[in-house]
């Protein structure tokens, strides 16, 4: 699929879009949701202006930088100040620099998406009983809350004190990264690319946002018992 074509339709649904998600944001959150919902109108007029005017190449990038930035900004204390935000900057940057600096193909985004969830899930799995979440969902979203558990079950018995968080964290994280990037790899090869990565890279993301959300309950229990930062 042409990138520039998704670019272009994203844009002018962003923008059509914006005035109504303002309103809303003004709504919810007062000046603030304003201000948020101002960048992205900003957004989408530089990138519609951009699609369509040769602008220099330094402008449309500082623009889109600037804008951004402000955006994620706002959003950072919409959200309650949680630091995660702040990897959406690397999403909204990817198009910009495939248009005006260098041709990225679709597989570094997912990439790049893979490494977000891998870092988010590993943070707040850190924080709940994964092994009693993961007995208490479905049986198919459990099978991808398996290898957590088993980590869990590794790091309680053979971790402990201060470092036993810091142990379950990387495991975690190493574990996400394994599913979300190293099986659809291996499973493109061995389909000799008949199965693309990218594809593969999406199931994966889809399926372990649906088994997170399936822990919501418990992650929003221990929030409870302190002060999110993340």
């Known amino acids: ?91 909204l940057m990817f198009p910009i620099v495939s248009l005006n600096v260098a041709p990225l193909p679709w597989s570094v985004f997912f990439v ?41 079950s590794l790091v309680s018995r053979n971790v402990k004190g201060a470092h036993s968080r810091l142990m379950l964290t990387s495991g975690y994280f190493a574990v996400g990264l394994l599913m979300l990037l190293g099986v659809p790899f291996l499973l493109s090869q061995l389909s000799n690319l008949f199965l693309q990565f990218e594809g593969l890279v999406l199931v994966m993301i889809i399926i372990l946002v649906a088994a997170g959300r399936e822990c919501r309950s418990e992650l929003r229990g221990s929030q409870g018992n302190k002060t999110p930062d993340h």
């Open 112 to 152: 790049y998406c893979a490494v977000c969830l891998a870092i988010v899930n590993a943070y707040d799995y850190a924080k709940i009983n994964v092994t009693s979440c993961m007995r208490k969902t479905k049986a198919f979203l459990a099978i991808f809350l398996r290898p957590f558990s088993v980590i869990e």
């Open 1 to 91: 699929m042409d990138i520039i074509f998704v670019y272009k339709v994203i844009l002018l649904l962003l923008f059509f879009s914006a005035i109504g998600i303002t309103y809303l944001l003004r709504r919810l959150a007062g000046h603030l949701g304003m201000a948020l919902g101002a960048t992205i109108i900003l957004m989408g007029i530089v990138g519609i202006i951009d699609s369509y005017t040769p602008l220099p190449t330094s402008v449309i990038i500082g623009s889109f930088a600037v804008l951004a930035s402000a955006s994620i900004a706002f959003a950072y204390f919409l959200v309650g100040k949680r630091l995660r935000v702040f990897l959406l900057l690397g999403a």
